[in-house]
Structure formats: structure tokens, C-alpha cells
């Protein structure tokens, strides 16, 4: 299709509502736009004036799939706000915590929203006659990370019991026995997804950029660290304003970002690019199985390294509940002294970085927040992407054309009802 | 997305129903159903002509979640200039974008039944769908938290020196919340009949002011009157 228009106007099997807008004229881009129409949310405005208590509970309602990661950020920019340092413990158990949503979110998405594509179907459903082994494996992987969820916070979503400073209810040594005997039992379902993966034909595009992810010495970063780039350099995240520049396009209610060059992308194939070096081994055998390399700049394999993070959570989670069984759960006082200031939290959610930055007053109450959402870091890129994808695949059909490029707007799994609300507010 | 986690139970339900239009989790779409299960609250005008348009089709409506159902967390706005709220957010590029006091469906056109709270409880969900395919009224209770957290053995929230909208909110959540620990927040509404100025009589006695009696209402029932 040389000449023509393709306008999808809601990419499926997302979540969230966006458009892929695309005007093709002798086979040259006249027009394209990625679209994000979904109403924005206004939780920056929204959380003034509540109890800082209450906001990782208000925060957590951005996102139906990340809200683990949500309250996670929101915790840590509250309790830097107030000066607490939470306890090992603490940290262990929401290191833990994280990992399940990571596993939770990255098998949602590769396996039911990604897969159906690279196996020629329009949803997950017809898979159950075609691919049934593979589809139980995916089911029970899946499964495992909402029981693990419902076990550390209360249910699958939303969790109830994280709170600052600390947990409400603390698993048991039994629980996280039983948690840690399930991890290990589930990863042949893995190694079998590896295996399928590396015959599946994940479509060949690169395009050079810039890849951020947060990053520490002694770990894969997940739940904290300093912002890093695949461009060199490092920049600690109370400076995140000095690195992520945010700004308006007017077709879109997310905002759009930039660094160091025009676009960025954050997520698992960032993470990957920045920090593969300190994957579990088992993690390190799927990149190695599935092709994947750093540094890779094909934004499809996105798919491939969030299989690879899946290997990686597993058996990191094994490491995290020996630690915390090795040194024995106790209850811990909560109790935190109120007082005034700014706080800045980030935290790598399924989708890349998330940071939430909030302003207390000396009781304690929010006078002002910031968030950004990592999907909205990527919108940028995924225009880009599609634009420089666009010309190498005229010569399809106006449907295979139009397959590819949503196939590249999954690959990213954006969240795009998270990404509505975000802001630049300055703090006087 | 709670949906999609039901796994072997959706392979189940999608036997029994004809899925036409579900853009989170396929590819593909048809206007001819009977019934709606619609989820989110309504924040700006254009949706109250889409929501008016799905209600004509649909025979049964069905509000899915605490937004749909109650507004929710989202009407945390209303107590806001929506100027100033969509100033704080896009800064000079506010003209581009337009916003409306946040509201439950019900509000603009009629629901047949709602699956409330945040997040819904999934085996609830399963339970409104079967009911609905057998022709029957979904059994959604009409008692408060209260009764399921006394059944759980729970040490009541208030005698741990905190204050909860139990007594006021609808069950059916299994009391989860002070059951690990938290208060209720409210976020499956108000009983039919709830006693809020006793409740709210209780809640200034255990010291909370005004203010933070309206706050803890409007986390998730801003639009309902008891917030305002």
C-alpha cells in the first residue's frame, strides 16, 4: 500500500485507549501520529489535601496492573518526604512483592495480549484448542503471580497491607516457605515458554536510542536505585527533572518526554540494555536462548526481555525469601514522626520507571505531587518508532501494514490509562 | 484487566457468552449485544453520548467497578475548580484538553446492576454473569462490612484506635480490608439505607474533625451526598 490511510482508532489488547493515525502518499509518510485520546485523570490534583497516609492508597488506583508498583513509588516519596528509612525487612518484603507484579504483568502481557499475534490469532482465547499445553503453562505462571500478590498484599491488586514505614500484616515463615516451593515448581513452565519463544519470528526493525532504567551496584534494579543511560552517565533520582524533560503535544493527554536525545524508552528491554550484566543465571540462560543481546535496539524483542525478566524474578524471589526466613520475621514498630518536606520515589514498575514526588505540609498533609508514568516516557518513542518502521514495509497490504504497527505499539505493553495524569509542577 | 485474571474460569465464561467487543483483550468488535458490562466513571461530555449510545443498544447495563458504580476515587476532583485542576495538570496547555466533574453511570442514564468496589471482586463478577444468563437478579448483599468482619473474628477497627467506614459500606469484599490489617475505605458504596449521622456521631467521637469525616467519605463516595 503505497497510497492511503490506516487509522486504527483503539489499538487492541492494550490497556488503555490509543490511535495509530498514518498518511502514506507514493509510499512516503505525509502524516502519523500515535494518539492517546483517554481522558485524563487528574491524580496530581487530586491527592492535595489528603493525609499522606491515605495517597499510596489513592495512588494505587492509576493503574489496575501496575498498582503494586504505584503504591511501592508512592511509599518511598512519602517516606523520603518525612526522612524514614524503612526497615530492612521492610524493603526485603516489598522487593518481593514487586517481583510478583513484575511476573504478573510480563506473562498478562507476553503470553495473552503479545502472543496471540505471533501465533496468527486476534485474542488469547482460540489458543486454548490450538497451543493447550503452552496456554495451561502461561494460565499457571500467571496464576502464581496473583497468589503471590494475594498472599504478601492482600489480593491480586490494590494492595492493603503496605503501608509507610512498614506492613500491616506480615506473611508467615510457613506462607513464604509455600510461596518459595511454588516459585520453584513453576519454573519448567517457563523454561517451555523460552523454548517457544526462540521459534517465533519477531519481526526485524532497529532504530537507535536511548534507554533508562534505574540501576544499583549490587543488584538488577527493580526496587530502587540511581537513573542510568544506555548514553553513559548517571543521575540520582531527587534530579530526575534534570535528565526527563517532559512536554505537550496537543493530539495526545499524555505528555510526551525527552533526555539526552529526541526520544527515550524505559521498560524491560531498558532495563535489559542497562543492567543485563547483573541477571540471575537462569535469566541469563533465556536472553542467551531467545537471541537476545545488548545492546539490542529492536524494539519487538521488548517481548523476549520481559520473558527474560520473568527467569529473573523467579529466581531472584528464591534469594529474597531465604534471606528473609534466614533472618526470621518479627513485627516492627510502624510509627513515623510527622513532619514537613519533599520527597522523590522511583521505582521500576513492569513498564519502566515510576516516579512520584509529593509535597507534605508539617502535618503531614499533601500540598502537592508529581507523577510520571513510564508509558508516557515511551509515547514519544513509539511515534518514532512507527514512523521510522513505517516506510520499510509499504510494499504489504494495508492489513499486514497495519498488524505490524500495532504490533509495535504491544511490543511496548503500554499502560495507557496510567499515562493521562502526569504533570510538571514546580514546588516553590 | 481483573477480568483477565480470572484465567480458567474466563475460558469457562467465554463458552457460555458470546464476547463481541472487549478491546483490552481482543482484536475485533460488533455493536449487536444484549449485554453491557461498562466500567469507569464519567469525566468528560463526549462519554455521556458514547455511555447514552451503548445504554439504547444494550438491554441489561451493568456498572463494573467503584468508578462505574459510585464514581469513585476519580470524584477526589470534584472538590476542585476544574479549571484550576486541568491548570495544575497541563499548566498553559490546558486549552487543549476539557474535563468534567467526575460521575457514576448512573447518573447519566440508568443501570440495571452494578459489581461494585476496588478493585471488583472477581468470583463476585462470575456471580453477576451467571445470574444474568439465568435470567435472575444478581445477588449483590445489602448488609454492611461490618457482619462479614465479625464473622472473620476480627478485632474491630475502632478498638485498635482507627477509624473505619464499615458500618455504613455495602459487603460482598469478605471484610478484606480490616482483615489485614487496614480500615474500610468504602470503595463498594453505601448500604441502601445506611445511619450516617449515627455513623458519622461515632466517627467524631473517636476525634476525627469535619473535614476528616468528609475525607475519609470522599476517598471513593465523593459524588454521594454524605461527601459534600
Sequence with gaps: ?428 | MQIVNLEEELLDLVGLVDVVSWREAMTGHSDDYDIAIVEGSITRESEMERLKGIRQKARILVALGACAHIGGINCLKNFFEMDEVLEYVYGKDARYFDTIPARPLSAVVPVDYAVPGCPIDRKEFLEVVKALLLGKKPPIPNYPVCVECRSKGNVCVFDKGMTCLGPVTRAGCGAICPTYGNKCEGCRGLVDDPNLDSHKEVLREHGLTVEQILNSFRMFDGYMEVAR
Design chain 1, 1 to 428: 500500500m503505497k497510497d492511503g490511510k490506516i487509522n486504527v482508532h483503539y489499538v487492541t489488547r492494550v490497556e488503555g485507549h490509543g490511535n495509530i493515525v498514518v498518511d502514506l502518499k507514493d509510499g512516503v509518510i505525509k502524516e502519523l501520529r500515535w494518539e492517546v485520546p483517554e481522558a485524563p485523570r487528574f491524580f496530581e490534583a487530586m491527592v492535595r489535601g489528603r493525609s499522606y497516609a491515605d495517597v499510596p492508597h489513592i495512588t494505587s488506583r492509576i493503574c489496575g496492573i501496575c498498582s503494586i508498583g504505584h503504591t511501592i513509588a508512592s511509599l518511598q516519596g512519602i517516606e523520603a518526604a518525612l526522612g524514614v528509612q524503612p526497615s530492612e525487612q521492610t524493603v526485603l518484603l516489598r522487593k518481593l512483592i514487586l517481583h510478583a507484579e513484575t511476573v504478573q504483568s510480563h506473562t498478562l502481557h507476553v503470553f495473552y495480549l503479545a502472543a496471540p499475534d505471533f501465533l496468527g490469532v486476534n485474542s488469547v482465547v482460540p489458543l486454548a484448542a490450538t497451543h493447550r499445553e503452552a496456554l495451561l503453562r502461561a494460565i499457571r505462571l500467571h496464576h502464581l503471580a496473583n497468589e503471590w500478590s494475594d498472599l504478601l498484599g492482600g489480593r491480586t491488586t490494590h494492595p492493603i497491607n503496605l503501608v509507610v514505614n512498614g506492613w500491616t500484616r506480615l506473611p508467615t515463615g510457613d506462607e513464604l516457605r509455600g510461596l518459595r516451593q511454588r516459585i520453584t515448581e513453576a519454573i519448567p513452565d517457563l523454561e517451555a515458554w523460552v523454548g517457544i519463544f526462540k521459534t517465533l519470528e519477531i519481526p526485524d526493525f532497529q532504530r537507535e536510542t536511548e534507554y533508562l532504567a534505574l540501576q544499583r551496584d549490587d543488584e538488577y534494579a527493580f526496587y530502587n536505585g540511581v537513573i542510568a543511560s544506555t548514553d553513559g552517565g548517571t543521575t540520582p533520582v531527587p534530579r530526575y527533572r534534570e535528565k526527563i524533560h517532559e512536554f505537550v503535544v496537543p493530539y495526545s493527554t499524555a505528555k510526551h518526554t525527552k533526555a539526552a536525545r529526541e526520544s527515550f524508552m524505559v521498560g524491560a528491554l531498558a532495563r535489559f540494555n542497562n543492567n543485563h550484566a547483573k541477571l540471575s543465571p537462569l535469566a541469563r540462560w533465556a536472553a542467551e536462548e531467545m537471541g537476545l543481546k545488548p545492546i539490542c535496539y529492536n524494539p519487538f524483542m521488548n517481548n523476549v526481555a520481559q520473558l527474560v525478566e520473568v527467569a529473573h524474578c523467579l529466581e531472584d524471589s528464591v534469594r529474597l525469601i531465604n534471606e528473609l526466613l534466614a533472618r526470621g520475621i518479627r513485627e516492627e514498630d510502624r510509627n513515623v514522626e510527622v513532619r514537613g518536606g519533599i520527597g522523590v520515589g522511583a521505582t521500576e514498575v513492569p513498564r519502566g520507571i515510576l516516579i512520584h514526588e509529593y509535597a507534605l505540609d508539617d502535618r503531614g498533609t499533601v500540598t502537592g505531587a508529581n507523577l510520571l508514568i513510564p508509558t508516557n516516557m515511551n509515547h514519544n518513542n513509539i511515534e518514532r518508532d512507527l514512523k521510522a518502521l513505517t516506510p520499510t514495509i509499504v510494499d504489504k497490504s494495508q492489513q499486514e501494514i497495519t498488524l505490524v504497527l500495532e504490533m509495535l505499539v504491544r511490543a511496548y505493553d503500554p499502560c495507557i490509562s496510567c499515562s493521562t495524569h502526569l504533570l510538571n509542577v514546580r514546588f516553590a
